[in-house]
């Protein structure tokens, strides 16, 4: 079958919406129930000090999109400030919108320590941020980095389309992360159901297609996620994202790290190699692909 038939058969957001939906099934009751709180607080200053040790992504990124002094940033799940922050030094504001209160009050601690005055923050999930009222659109960059939680991808698309002005810029896995092998090789055994991985990239391009939007493709690796100083520190480390109570529970943990942590420069490393899409396209430009310039 070829390509053009296969698209015009499958739909691609129905396809993202389905995988979502048991994504979020399976992991919600677990790790994003509000009463787990704490350790979700816990979570976003462990994510940034590995998002930090690992990730050049950022850089990357800074080189690649031309920001302008001028320029109104969107940054949609903007989790601990990864981009906001070293954008807001670059240009004029940054609108941050962010629907956990955990990674809002990093992010806050996070712009008191940079003495940053030009990040606005909306502590609202992106299906939800009401244009007209949240929002003073357009902006120059609608930015969204591994923050693609969202049930309907297409309706999303379309409201980042008409709050930018020019650009829009999304990153997505592409690959299966550190975090996910492990959960996709323990889940079974620790919660009686299988993991269902969130959707990757190429089911995100192909909406984009579906919608008439051929937007530019790189492809990054994701070194080394995970870096601990002690295989104790890796346990903790996961059986508080994990929540395990139960004795047997825990040793299922403990020996899927001592079986995949790697000893490296005295640290313990699990390996989280995986491939990360930077996708991004021109509002007014968007079916003829190149560098941006
Ligand atoms: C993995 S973090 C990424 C943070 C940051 N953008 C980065 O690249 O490091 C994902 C963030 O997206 C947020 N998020 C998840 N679903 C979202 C949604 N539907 N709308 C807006 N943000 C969302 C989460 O709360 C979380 O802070």
Same mark, same amino acid.
């Given at each position: 079958?070829?390509?053009?038939?296969?698209? #015009?058969?499958?739909?691609?957001?129905?396809?993202?919406?389905?995988?979502?939906?048991?994504?979020?099934?399976?992991?919600?009751?677990?790790?994003?129930?509000?009463? /787990?709180?704490?350790? =979700?607080?816990?979570? $976003?200053?462990?994510?940034?000090?590995?998002?930090?040790?690992?990730?050049?992504?950022?850089?990357?990124?800074?080189?690649?999109?031309?920001?302008?002094?001028?320029?109104?940033?969107?940054?949609?799940?903007?989790? *601990?400030?990864?981009?906001?922050?070293?954008?807001?030094?670059?240009?004029?504001?940054?609108? @941050?919108?962010? *629907?956990?209160?955990?990674?809002?009050? $990093?992010?806050?601690? =996070?712009?008191?320590?940079?003495?940053?005055?030009?990040?606005?923050?909306?502590?609202?999930?992106?299906?939800?941020?009401?244009?007209?009222?949240?929002?003073?659109? *357009?902006?120059?960059?609608?930015?969204?980095? +591994?923050?693609?939680?969202? %049930?309907?991808?297409?309706? @999303?698309?379309?409201?980042?389309? !008409?709050?930018?002005? %020019?650009?829009?810029?999304?990153?997505?896995?592409?690959?299966?992360?550190?975090?996910?092998?492990?959960?996709?090789?323990?889940?079974?055994?620790?919660? /009686?159901?299988?993991?269902?991985?969130?959707?990757?990239?190429? $089911?995100? +391009?192909?909406?984009?297609n579906q919608m008439n939007i051929h937007?530019?493709?790189?492809?990054?690796?994701?070194?080394?996620?995970?870096?601990?100083?002690?295989?104790?520190?890796? +346990?903790?480390? +996961?059986?508080?994202?994990?929540?395990? #109570?139960?004795?047997?529970? =825990?040793?299922?943990? !403990? /020996?899927?790290?001592?079986?995949?942590?790697?000893?490296?420069?005295?640290?313990?490393?699990? %390996?989280?190699? #995986?491939?990360?899409?930077?996708?991004?396209?021109?509002?007014?430009? =968007?079916h003829?692909?190149?560098?941006?310039?």
């Amino acid at each position: 079958m070829n390509s053009d038939i296969i698209s #015009s058969v499958i739909d691609w957001n129905q396809i993202w919406k389905e995988t979502i939906r048991q994504h979020k099934m399976i992991i919600n009751p677990i790790i994003e129930n509000e009463k /787990n709180n704490n350790k =979700r607080f816990y979570r $976003c200053y462990s994510y940034l000090n590995h998002r930090w040790d690992n990730y050049i992504g950022v850089e990357k990124e800074m080189q690649k999109i031309p920001l302008q002094p001028n320029f109104k940033v969107l940054d949609i799940g903007a989790g *601990p400030g990864t981009h906001a922050i070293p954008f807001s030094k670059k240009v004029d504001q940054v609108t @941050a919108i962010e *629907p956990s209160q955990p990674m809002i009050d $990093c992010l806050i601690k =996070r712009i008191k320590e940079n003495n940053v005055e030009n990040i606005k923050h909306i502590n609202k999930q992106w299906e939800d941020v009401n244009i007209n009222q949240d929002l003073d659109a *357009p902006y120059d960059l609608v930015l969204a980095s +591994f923050s693609l939680i969202i %049930d309907d991808i297409k309706l @999303a698309i379309e409201k980042m389309m !008409r709050v930018s002005s %020019d650009y829009i810029y999304l990153i997505w896995h592409i690959g299966v992360p550190a975090w996910e092998k492990l959960y996709v090789e323990l889940w079974k055994s620790l919660f /009686n159901i299988p993991y269902t991985p969130v959707p990757k990239a190429n $089911c995100l +391009f192909n909406v984009l297609n579906q919608m008439n939007i051929h937007p530019n493709i790189e492809i990054h690796t994701m070194d080394n996620y995970y870096k601990f100083k002690t295989k104790h520190e890796a +346990f903790t480390h +996961f059986n508080k994202e994990l929540v395990l #109570s139960k004795k047997k529970h =825990r040793e299922l943990l !403990r /020996n899927y790290l001592n079986k995949n942590l790697i000893k490296e420069n005295g640290n313990f490393i699990l %390996d989280g190699s #995986s491939n990360y899409a930077a996708i991004w396209w021109k509002k007014n430009k =968007r079916h003829v692909p190149g560098v941006i310039a």
